[in-house]
């Protein structure tokens, strides 16, 4: 239980930071998962945004005195690494790629939304708008991939040899 609002800042910082762990293997895994150009290159341009943000969170855990959650960052590696292995699956599609993304996006814009809040009641504006940054590009990776539905159906569809 965090005994201020530093400290559970502090903590909704380790846990942002495991959560871009996991993304960066996800975004990796799906990336080398898939045949499709579009879908490839949206996956490799999260993955470097991915990267910034990454080191956006351990600079301000940094700020703290504080380092990466060493067992949070291994949860959330291991949760990557077996997605990484299922998306390489012969049963896999373009279209669960497509959901496991639009899922993780969103648990990190909720985790981002708490870390603002978190980080404006603290009166740490530097986190606050290093969260709301992420957040808002959190946001727009979310929106790339609705606007990939169509297209993902199609590709799963033609992948599982049925007519799209």
Request: hydrophobic share 35%; proline share 2%; charged share 30%.
């Amino acid at each position: 239980m965090a005994d201020s609002t530093e400290d559970q800042l502090i903590a909704y910082l380790k846990d942002a930071h495991a959560l871009e762990q996991m993304s960066l293997r996800m975004t990796e895994a799906a990336a080398k998962a898939t045949d499709d150009p579009q879908l490839r290159d949206m996956f490799q341009h999260h993955h470097e945004e991915t990267q910034e943000h990454e080191r956006l969170i351990r600079e301000r855990l940094e700020s703290y005195g504080e380092s990466t959650s060493a067992l949070k960052d291994l949860g959330g590696r291991i949760a990557a690494l077996a997605k990484g292995v299922e998306s390489t699956a012969p049963s896999d599609s373009p279209g669960r790629l497509a959901r496991d993304a639009y899922v993780q996006e969103h648990t990190e814009v909720a985790a981002y939304e708490l870390l603002c809040r978190t980080a404006e009641r603290a009166g740490d504006l530097e986190t606050a708008d290093v969260g709301r940054r992420i957040l808002k590009n959190e946001r727009q990776t979310a929106e790339k991939i609705t606007g990939t539905w169509d297209h993902v159906t199609d590709l799963s569809l033609r992948e599982a040899g049925a007519a799209a």
